[in-house]
């Protein structure tokens, strides 16, 4: 059974300031995704991240997927209260083809951005 | 572009009362399906996924079961609700390892 440790589970900050969220398991995965998550809507994907060691920029999210594929971080810079929100990542675990797509989740981290 | 359509959008139901909710995909031919139920606004957990029309897989026993009754329908079903069923439930779609999440269905069961 693959795990995803998601860290921290709560961040409270103000607006301008950094912050990472960490996303961790003792598997490889063929490829991990990060998700950002309104209350009473469905989870969106910002990310998806397969090679290690990559780094993608999203305006100003940096992701990057760990050399091993076994950890990934977001980073937001000069957080705004529009950032805030659930985030997930996810990984996927492709196990010779019968892994049907499946993904594991962490359990989240709940960002608040206070103006 | 993929489009998924859950449906209702809220539901209130007694308990031991039955369940159907509804999912249907646009824009894509042969999805992998799956349902999630999220608590609390936190993480999903997977409940049934599908690879094609009549095949269903359980990941969790419990009172819920699962249909495919046509390639772009999925369907959760309870011949009776309990009250641990409450949550939020999303239907997504797999494309290329990734999935695409539609726009859930928030249950409460009194």
């Known amino acids: 059974t693959q795990l995803l440790e998601q860290s921290p589970q709560f961040l409270s900050i103000q607006e301008g300031e950094n912050l990472t969220v960490y996303c961790n398991s003792s598997?490889?995965?063929?490829?991990l995704q990060w998700y950002r998550q309104e209350p009473g809507e469905g989870p969106v994907l910002l990310v998806t991240?397969?090679?290690?060691?990559e780094v993608k920029k999203l305006k100003r999210l940096t992701f990057q997927f760990g050399d091993a594929r076994k950890d990934s971080s977001l980073h937001i810079t000069a957080a705004q209260p529009g950032d805030t929100g659930l985030y997930l990542c996810?990984?996927?675990?492709?196990?010779?083809?019968?892994?049907?797509?499946?993904?594991?989740f962490g359990q989240g981290t709940i960002l608040t951005v206070h103006p | 572009s993929q489009t998924i359509h859950q449906w209702p959008a809220t539901l209130v139901q007694p308990v031991g009362s039955p369940l159907s909710l509804e999912c249907t995909v646009e824009?894509?031919?042969?999805?992998?399906l799956y349902w999630y139920r999220q608590a609390a606004g936190r993480g999903l957990q997977l409940l049934f996924y599908?690879?094609?029309?009549?095949?269903i897989s359980s990941e969790v026993p419990q009172n819920l079961s699962a249909s495919r009754p046509q390639d772009r329908q999925f369907i959760l079903s309870s011949k009776k609700l309990l009250l641990s069923d409450s949550g939020f439930y999303l239907c997504?779609?797999?494309?290329?390892?990734?999935?695409?999440f539609g726009p859930g269905t928030r249950l409460l069961v009194l």
């Open positions: 996810a990984g996927s675990f492709n196990a010779g083809g019968t892994s049907y797509g499946k993904l594991t």
């Open positions: 598997s490889v995965f063929s490829s």
């Open positions: 991240v397969v090679t290690g060691g």
């Open positions: 824009g894509t031919s042969n999805p992998n």
């Open positions: 599908s690879v094609g029309i009549g095949q």
């Open positions: 997504a779609l797999g494309y290329q390892e990734t999935q695409y």
